[in-house]
């Protein structure tokens, strides 16, 4: 089967079928007398109504507001959570919630653990994790499961496909699925993401980094750039166009930049994420500053 092909087939799958995806992330256990009421007070989403097994999203910030990591946390019991986070960013986390914990009874370790996303139509497919957390996954309507345990010991349903990289960053940049050190890096303000609503609870109690959301929220979020999807008109190599400039005529300065893109089956073009400033309309034409030119459309998030 041609490459063109695989992708479609796999994409497929991702989207409509039993897909199957092992993705990279870092697993870090945290536990303690003071775990619970520690975390409430580092991460930006309300932890309080977490349930054993539940696990929700969230945003740990800097001090200073900006994004340290996008996390996932998990109840494992009253006095003990699983965080987990893109591959290479769990010594970030670590040394972030280290850095407060002064006389706070809370254990912080690394665990090796993986991670395997099941995407599609997984109504008929029986899937559990016998060691580990069965997860329910949503990104704009792109949904599944991701199960995490112990290395070696994640089971997958055997009618589920083994999907590659490729189908899952089609998948990935058509539903708006920012990840850490492309679109997410310790420059980033939550509001410029699109993860505020998703991640941030603006009725508990103060965290870490609380003042600029809060702040940014109050004046309407209003942030010099946003998160944005964009659909190349004409045939590209996807990886020529990372950290390549938008611009739009009588502009003195680019407009954005493409944080990552991928031949996307879902819009029969090349799709990307880049942040652009907030003055470019969704439908608007841009330029992108490559091979002498290429023409994109800005769109919101999900592409498709």
Request: overall charge negative.
């Amino acid at each position: 089967m041609s490459a063109a092909g695989v992708l479609e087939t796999q994409y497929a799958a991702l989207r409509r079928g039993h897909g199957a995806y092992r993705l990279a992330r870092d697993v870090l256990s945290v536990s303690g007398a003071d775990a619970a009421e520690y975390l409430q007070g580092q991460c930006s989403q309300d932890l309080s109504g977490l349930s054993v097994g539940q696990a929700t999203d969230s945003l740990l910030l800097a001090p200073e507001g900006k994004v340290v990591a996008l996390i996932r946390v998990l109840r494992r019991d009253d006095a003990s959570f699983l965080l987990d986070v893109d591959q290479g960013f769990g010594p970030a986390v670590g040394s972030r919630l280290t850095r407060f914990l002064l006389r706070a009874k809370v254990t912080i370790e690394p665990l090796d653990w993986e991670c395997v996303a099941l995407r599609g139509d997984l109504g008929g497919v029986a899937v559990a994790a016998a060691d580990g957390y069965c997860v329910p996954v949503d990104w704009h309507g792109w949904q599944g499961v991701d199960l995490l345990g112990p290395t070696g010991t994640v089971e997958v349903p055997p009618d589920a496909q083994w999907c590659d990289g490729p189908a899952w960053e089609a998948c990935r940049i058509e539903s708006g699925v920012p990840v850490m050190g492309r679109e997410l890096d310790q420059d980033t303000i939550p509001a410029e993401s699109g993860l505020v609503e998703r991640t941030v609870s603006f009725t508990k109690g103060c965290y870490t980094g609380q003042e600029l959301v809060a702040r940014i929220d109050a004046r309407g979020s209003r942030v010099a750039r946003r998160l944005c999807g964009l659909v190349l008109a004409t045939a590209v190599e996807p990886a020529s166009l990372l950290g390549v400039d938008l611009v739009v005529p009588d502009a003195a300065r680019p407009v954005g930049r493409v944080t990552s893109a991928a031949q996307c089956p879902g819009l029969d073009a090349v799709g990307a994420l880049a942040y652009v400033h907030r003055n470019v309309e969704f439908s608007a034409r841009v330029t992108v500053k490559i091979d002498g030119g290429l023409r994109a459309d800005v769109r919101a998030l999900p592409l498709v």
